[in-house]
């Protein structure tokens, strides 16, 4: 599909429920997770609830397509061929006589004293004593020469291969069964279903549609505190600048001659800034404010020099800072010179 073709579709209710929950969460990736019989995703447990795991995985594979997540390698699961099962032990065999009745050989060797030979011949009630020294060895995974102090205990691995108990064959590599837990079948790797369980991250694209819920939220939230103040408050409304161009802002607040615009930036993008500054040359105010709903530290010395407040709205400081710009906006010019200390701007 080409990405016009993906950009023209639109997102499902199903799917805007997904991304709701990702940025709810400030989930920018989510993994996939066993969970008994089903892969289910970080942070999408809740949605179990009223989807399926297959169709959960159905709706991010959409999303990916569309340009909304993007689709990382991250594991991958071998699958009941017959019930499509997750619940899969595997066994070795024989592969003579096919049989699951072998064991694994290890070839040893005492360090100290040069003696090699299987692994069990090592074996005793008392751990791995060396059948040619005598010395006592101890447990075998602290007796590595790489880990193990004591020379005279150190050993190491020269080879492994396995044995078939039943018919006595002697190989290096098992052939390799699986078993479904669920319904009980044997299948081969060459039998099996092995899918790839892949990751997913929210791409920039979010911006056009997930923020839209969570910016209303701030968005009333200013606009409590506007309204508390005696602003008249207009809503994601337009504007006819100078140019004959109507803007577009977040909110329009009034009061008097006072108009206050004020934009939000959901994911702390400098190109917000840009916008909210042609904007602000084009319509005349005084007042002009980008909330930061990221707290993207670059963004308020950005707007700086433009005479645009960028307020963090991370932070419920920025409520106060907001406050005392509104009580600025409300003195007139007379009151500002009677009290300079106080309205002076550093």
Known sequence: MSSMAAENLKNTKQEEALLNTLIDKDLRETKPKRQGDVVIYEGLEDLTKEFTAVEINKLLKSLSTKGYLIEKSYDSAILCPRCNSLQISSRYRCPQCQSINIQKVQLVEHMICGFIDNRS??????????????????????????????????????????????????????????????????????????????????????????????????????????????????????????????????????????????????????????????????????????????????????????????????????????ISLLEDAGKTEDDKRRSPLRWRRS
């Open 121 to 322: 011949k090592f074996e005793t009630e008392e751990g791995l004593v060396c059948p040619k020294c005598k010395t006592v060895i101890g447990d075998f995974l602290s007796t590595q020469s790489k880990t193990q102090p004591d020379k005279s205990k150190a050993i190491r691995v020269i080879g492994s291969s396995f044995a078939c108990d039943k018919c006595g064959s002697k190989f290096e590599r098992p052939n390799v069964l699986h078993n479904c837990e669920r319904c009980g079948s044997n299948f081969t790797y060459s039998e099996a279903n092995y899918e790839k369980l892949p990751s997913y991250e929210l791409t920039d694209k979010v911006e056009e549609l997930a923020p839209r819920r969570f910016v209303l939220d701030a968005l009333r939230r200013v606009e409590g505190l506007l309204t508390e103040r005696g602003f008249s408050i207009d809503l994601q409304t337009k504007i006819k600048g100078k140019s004959g161009v109507e803007q577009s802002f977040d909110i329009v607040a009034r009061k008097g001659n006072n108009v206050i615009l004020l934009d939000a930036s959901p994911w702390g993008n400098p190109n917000d800034l840009i916008s909210l500054l042609g904007k602000k040359m084009d319509v005349d105010s005084k007042s002009v404010i980008l909330l930061d709903l990221t707290g993207n530290p670059n963004l308020a010395s950005l707007g700086k020099p433009y005479s645009i407040t960028v307020l963090d709205g991370r932070d419920e400081k920025y409520k106060e800072t907001l």
